[in-house]
């Protein structure tokens, strides 16, 4: 993604703030950005709520859970971390005090963190190993708890002496490293996973470089090992090498491309190129590897498919497939980076895209 991305850009930019909310009357069709007939390079896949079935159980079971123990719920409420694993949407939802676990496919829902043993009392952030556990920060607990793919819990990291507010957090496979965000103590940290040995941490309240105020997700490139942190309250992101040494860092507070006013999530493509989501925005911003070109931006406010409420958490796996959480609008939507592998692997589907749309989406406008 190059300048080139910039002609459609400028052309919509006078609606990249929307003071209206639009409802989008559901029709079939396909949504890609930029539209026709720039080159396609985000395409919206899915849309998630969990359960589509009343809940039946009475009300007193629906917040103490059944007689096992368990907490069960049916629609996610007020979702923050996503993520992508094996088919399936993982759900941090900080109101349900769970994690939803919804395949793509059969659309069956299971849960983590919804037991007697391990059970989460405010997720916050998701992650992965490279031996398919799945790490959640339980930002009330000040814990990082592991779990299998079958939900037991395996590992937990830290207590109330270790983290004040741990939030975002992100893992280097390759070094079997975990970093987490500690809000409230305006740093992050990275641990070993294998030995639980805290290695560094790197920050403090401020404004200089490897400073922050009120940071809040993180991001791995799997290329290089480079840690992106999104330092929330100072309006930028900064990029940071494997060992915690300072890179560099882009953004400042505005009201056009480029600038943030409540930048939250972040996630990395297989290309380096960087994406931020501005939950005041309610769109997602990528940058280049390094945040010096604003590449696209694609989004806006509203509660049809690729339109956001309270946009919070980004997660890209290894193919490019993107999952964003709505938070004001309870569900999570899928996307794909139309990448050159995506291209070879898809020439069929990369053919209808780049061809003239058939169908419109008739809108319409609340003040």
């Excluded at 006078?14 to 949504?31: D, G, P, S």
């Excluded at 740093?187 to 470089?209: C, M, N, P, W």
Aim: aromatic share 12%.
């Amino acid at each position: 993604m190059k300048a080139i991305l910039f002609s459609i850009q400028i052309i919509t930019v006078m609606l990249f703030f929307q003071a209206c909310a639009t409802k989008e009357v559901e029709v079939e069709r396909t949504i890609v950005f930029p539209q026709y007939p720039e080159e396609p390079r985000i395409l919206y896949l899915a849309t998630y709520r969990a359960g589509a079935k009343e809940d039946t159980s009475n009300a007193l079971d629906i917040f103490l859970g059944d007689k096992k123990g368990e907490k069960r719920v049916s629609n996610i409420i007020k979702p923050y971390g996503v993520g992508l694993q094996n088919g399936k949407v993982y759900v941090a939802d900080t109101a349900s005090d769970v994690v939803f676990v919804m395949d793509e496919e059969t659309r069956k829902l299971e849960f983590i963190g919804n037991g007697s043993a391990g059970r989460l009392s405010s997720p916050v952030g998701i992650a992965f190993d490279r031996d398919k556990n799945i790490y959640v920060s339980d930002s009330r607990d000040r814990k990082i708890k592991g779990y299998d793919v079958n939900g037991n819990i395996n590992f937990v990291l830290g207590d109330r002496l270790d983290f004040a507010s741990p939030t975002g957090i992100a893992i280097d496979k390759n070094l079997h490293r975990l970093y987490v965000v500690d809000t409230k103590a305006h740093q992050f940290k990275a641990y070993d996973i294998a030995t639980k040995e805290h290695l560094y941490s790197v920050g403090q309240r401020g404004t200089r470089d490897a400073e922050f105020n009120f940071p809040t997700n993180i991001a791995v490139d799997r290329r290089n090992g480079n840690i992106v942190v999104v330092d929330t309250q100072n309006f930028r992101v900064q990029i940071f090498d494997k060992e915690g040494k300072f890179i560099t860092k882009f953004g400042n507070v505005g009201n056009k491309p480029g600038t943030f006013a409540r930048p939250k999530g972040v996630g990395i493509d297989s290309q380096g190129n960087i994406y931020v989501a501005d939950s005041a925005f309610n769109n997602i911003q990528i940058f280049d590897e390094y945040g010096k070109s604003l590449l696209m931006y694609f989004g806006g406010g509203g509660y049809g498919p690729a339109q956001f409420r309270l946009i919070t958490g980004v997660y890209i796996d290894e193919n490019d497939k993107i999952v964003i959480a709505d938070g004001f609008s309870g569900r999570v939507q899928t996307f794909q980076y139309v990448s050159e592998e995506w291209k070879k692997k898809n020439p069929q589907r990369y053919s209808e895209l780049k061809s003239a749309p058939k169908v419109q989406t008739e809108q319409k406008t609340e003040k």
